[in-house]
């Protein structure tokens, strides 16, 4: 490869490392729409950070900024964003299940099937969550239905969009 072919793929890999994490932090400030749109695009960086084969640096700062997007704008569960404070560090890691389990899983099985199941693990992790809170009172009910199903059809959403996304991206290894 030519010195200046180089710098251009250099270049790619450094503009698309830069701006995934920074729409990922932005994407509740500018979709402030319902949680199936805004879940179904935070998951979809959460998939295509795999499938793109970032370093693990970058699965933390997905995992991680979306929902600090949240609180700061404070619109994604409109009275009830307060309560998701409670709810951030498991959402963290429910993010990065969601990751390491399609790392895992995405070349043994077809990428449907690992889709299919890492967005199962994350949805039952923080649904999991979700109903202990409730159930000591900590949270309102509401939280069962957005920390449950609503996860686990964004996060296939996600998913199939990410598929869809990575079609068009350049090739390139951000290792």
Not at 21 to 40: D, R
Not at 47 to 58: A, E, G, I, T, W
Not at 115 to 125: A, D, M, Y
């Amino acid at each position: 490869m030519e010195s200046r072919e180089i710098a251009i793929e250099k270049t790619k890999l450094l503009s698309f490392t830069y701006v995934l994490p920074a729409v990922a932090f932005a994407i509740p400030l500018l979709v402030s729409g319902p949680q199936i749109l805004t879940g179904t695009l935070v998951n979809s960086f959460l998939f295509l950070v795999v499938q793109r084969k970032f370093s693990r640096r970058y699965f933390m700062m997905v995992a991680i900024l979306p929902s600090i997007g949240a609180i700061t704008h404070g619109v994604l569960f409109g009275p009830f964003t307060p309560f998701l404070l409670y709810f951030l560090p498991f959402i963290w890691l429910g993010n990065l299940t969601l990751i390491m389990a399609f790392c895992l899983l995405e070349k043994p099985f077809e990428k449907p099937i690992a889709i299919l199941t890492s967005s199962l693990l994350k949805s039952l992790f923080l649904y999991a969550f979700a109903f202990l809170f409730v159930n000591l009172r900590i949270v309102p009910k509401i939280f069962l239905t957005s920390m449950g199903i609503i996860q686990f059809l964004t996060a296939i959403l996600g998913g199939i969009l990410a598929i869809s996304i990575s079609r068009f991206l350049p090739s390139f290894h951000g290792r």
